[in-house]
């Protein structure tokens, strides 16, 4: 049992990384694109601060989606594995309802994970002139 839990925690560990890494080059993207956008937001008055919240804003709203559809999907895959366990190794009993307490967590960390994955794009954003977004093609 103890060794299953070894071999677990790298595994989410992983996927964790993957995940922010995955929102990081979106949200980069993104800023890439609307660079245009950024300059007229800069060119009526926008600040570095509004300019961070709206980065950092759509991330989030990425990441909180993406744990909304993770938690029903994770139900019928978790009984799904139980159960290709049990007819290899050992029955393994099958929970029907994620515990609330872990799908909580899980979306603090998604929302940590989102703040972090979007502090480079967002200082990035930042860091453009107006003249520079304005004149980008």
């Given at each position: 049992?103890?060794?299953?839990?070894?071999?677990?925690?790298?595994?989410?560990?992983?996927?964790?990384?993957?995940?922010?890494?995955?929102?990081?080059?979106?949200?980069?993207?993104?800023?890439?694109?609307?660079?245009?956008?950024?300059?007229?937001?800069?060119?009526?008055?926008?600040?570095?601060?509004?300019?961070?919240?709206?980065?950092?804003?759509?991330?989030?709203?990425?990441?909180?989606?993406?744990?909304?559809?993770?938690?029903?999907?994770?139900?019928?895959?978790?009984?799904?594995?139980?159960?290709?366990?049990?007819?290899?190794?050992l029955p393994v009993p099958?929970?029907?309802?994620?515990?609330?307490?872990?799908?909580?967590?899980?979306?603090?960390?998604?929302?940590?994970?989102?703040?972090?994955?979007?502090?480079?794009?967002?200082?990035?954003?930042?860091?453009?002139?107006?003249?520079?977004?304005?004149?980008?093609?």
């Amino acid at each position: 049992r103890g060794r299953a839990v070894r071999i677990e925690k790298p595994f989410s560990q992983l996927t964790i990384v993957v995940g922010g890494l995955a929102l990081a080059s979106t949200m980069s993207l993104s800023v890439m694109e609307r660079t245009r956008e950024i300059g007229v937001l800069r060119a009526i008055g926008a600040r570095h601060r509004t300019i961070v919240l709206i980065i950092q804003g759509e991330g989030l709203v990425v990441a909180v989606l993406s744990w909304a559809l993770a938690v029903p999907l994770s139900v019928p895959m978790s009984v799904a594995v139980a159960k290709s366990f049990g007819r290899v190794m050992l029955p393994v009993p099958a929970g029907m309802a994620p515990e609330p307490g872990a799908v909580l967590a899980w979306l603090g960390l998604v929302v940590v994970v989102s703040a972090l994955a979007c502090a480079w794009p967002a200082r990035s954003a930042t860091r453009i002139t107006t003249a520079q977004a304005l004149a980008y093609e």
